[in-house]
């Protein structure tokens, strides 16, 4: 069955712009959690939707959104980008109970120019 | 939230058994203790997990001290493949919100 799907895969933006990430999780999978991973901080986790509802959230800004879709999609929005948003963005999607693996997709790299 | 300390990095020689180390001295009795890697340019991947027995899968052994306090990933024979970032989580039962640490950077020698 298909993996984990980001969308689109590499991405360049301006400061204060905003952009949308995508992510379609493996199919019967209801939850997608969201990391940003950079050299400096690795890879921090940022919010899971589980059934449309934010479950968990990391400590990012409010300007760092997510929502969750009935088919389990998931999109992640940054409002006005900064250059320190520049980073790969990567979705895991799994089950979402009794501690079941995450599997990962390649992630969206996002450059902040 | 409990953490973990690993080092890191560690080399080995290919085809060799590899132990790497991860200490957890908070952890709490409801915390799994789950091990991802990282290979160059993909997302983390996972290895193995476990709550309180030493688990086996065709990948790594975990084997987890009697006060949970520290475990071990053990690949068995390392290859050129088995080079990546090796991370050790600790995550709550039913509960997908992994941190994830600095991990420990593995690199196998042939």
């Given amino acids: 069955k298909a993996g984990v799907t980001q969308t689109p895969r590499y991405l360049i933006k301006t400061r204060g712009q905003q952009v949308t990430l995508s992510c379609s999780p493996i199919s019967g999978h209801r939850s997608v959690s969201w990391y940003q991973q950079t050299p400096g901080q690795g890879l921090q986790f940022l919010f899971e939707y589980f059934s449309e509802t934010q479950r968990n959230k990391g400590n990012f800004p409010g300007r760092f959104s997510g929502r969750q879709f009935s088919n389990s999609r998931s999109e992640m929005n940054v409002s006005t980008l900064e250059l320190g948003d520049s980073a790969l963005y990567l979705c895991a999607s799994s089950r979402g109970t009794d501690n079941e693996k995450l599997f990962f997709g390649s992630g969206t790299q996002l450059s902040v120019l | ?110």
């Fill in chain 2, 1 to 110: 939230d409990a953490k973990t300390t690993q080092p890191n990095s560690m080399e080995s020689n290919e085809e060799e058994p590899v132990h790497l180390p991860c200490n957890h001295s908070t952890i709490s009795g409801t915390d799994y203790i789950h091990w991802y890697r990282q290979l160059p340019s993909q997302g983390p991947e996972y290895v193995i997990h476990g709550l309180t027995s030493n688990v086996n899968n065709r990948m790594a052994s975990l084997a987890i001290a009697e006060d949970r306090k520290s475990s071990t990933l053990i690949l068995h024979r390392a290859t050129l493949r088995d080079a990546a970032v090796y991370y050790c989580i600790l995550s709550k039962y039913n509960n997908n919100d992994m941190r994830f640490g600095a991990g420990t950077r593995l690199t196998v020698k042939p």
